[in-house]
């Protein structure tokens, strides 16, 4: 992306991180070549946000100057110092941040864990394809000493998700609730993680539970004792056969048109009303 100004003037590297001061981690000067090089970024951050939330086909940018003065997150900025007739373009953007998430593994078990996430990716159109996605993310990699595996990405696209696979190797998606993606090396000594904050915890959400070994088990409130209705000892079923349960799913033994159209008649002899 070409702008009317010199980026070069501010931006000394071909890739710099900018944090909530709105400024290049490589930019010195005095005050008022800062509140200028500010107002540069300024610029730039708003141009790279809307053109990233138009090719994700977003309604409304996720990185713009606001949201980075109020968040403690960090934009990577990759510069083309030749381009624009020597002036400089920036071909890439990268915005990345701690979370705390709620994240479920693949066998249903929650964790809540502060994560380094990607908030947003983008190259221009007119670099695509050419490395300059790569070289960014490596860069990035290496900043933050974390491999790609222990990264939760925010709403990916297909795109995303193919440059993930071709260049870092991850196929296994493990999709969340909350629009966030992980992969299912990330939860690999999780628990002795320093980033885990809490203890992995049972998700109670579904009676469902896959084993190891592919079969499916109940777990939680869905499998606590219950004491044996008084109502069920007066139709005397505890004496008959309950072989019709079986025939009845666990969640719908709640819904009451099903079971009562499921369960053997009533004793000789009782009378309900």
Not at 134 to 145: A, G, Q, R, S
């Amino acid at each position: 992306m070409d702008f009317n100004f010199n980026i070069n003037d501010f931006i000394k590297t071909d890739i710099v991180k900018i944090n909530n001061t709105i400024m290049p981690d490589t930019f010195h000067g005095d005050s008022r070549q800062i509140r200028l090089c500010q107002e540069i970024m300024a610029v730039i951050l708003d141009e790279m946000g809307d053109a990233s939330a138009k090719a994700q086909g977003l309604l409304k940018p996720i990185t713009n100057t606001e949201l980075l003065r109020n968040k403690d997150h960090i934009v990577y900025l990759l510069v083309e110092k030749d381009g624009n007739h020597g002036r400089g373009s920036v071909v890439g953007m990268l915005k990345m941040g701690r979370k705390s998430l709620y994240v479920f593994d693949e066998y249903g078990d929650c964790h809540n864990v502060l994560c380094l996430c990607v908030l947003d990716f983008y190259v221009h159109e007119s670099r695509q394809r050419m490395g300059y996605g790569k070289i960014l993310f490596d860069y990035m990699l290496e900043e933050e000493n974390i491999k790609p595996v222990k990264l939760a990405i925010d709403r990916p696209s297909e795109k995303f998700i193919s440059f993930l696979k071709k260049h870092y190797g991850l196929e296994n998606i493990v999709r969340q609730t909350n629009n966030f993606v992980v992969f299912s090396g990330f939860f690999t000594n999780l628990k002795n993680d320093s980033s885990t904050e809490n203890s992995p915890r049972r998700s109670y959400g579904s009676p469902y539970r896959a084993t190891l070994d592919d079969k499916v088990t109940y777990n939680g409130r869905f499998t606590a004792h219950k004491r044996e209705s008084t109502i069920g000892k007066c139709l005397n079923w505890s004496s008959q056969d309950k072989s019709w349960l079986a025939q009845v799913a666990p969640n719908q033994l709640y819904t009451m048109p099903h079971a009562l159209a499921s369960m053997p008649p009533a004793s000789p002899g009782v009378k309900l009303f």
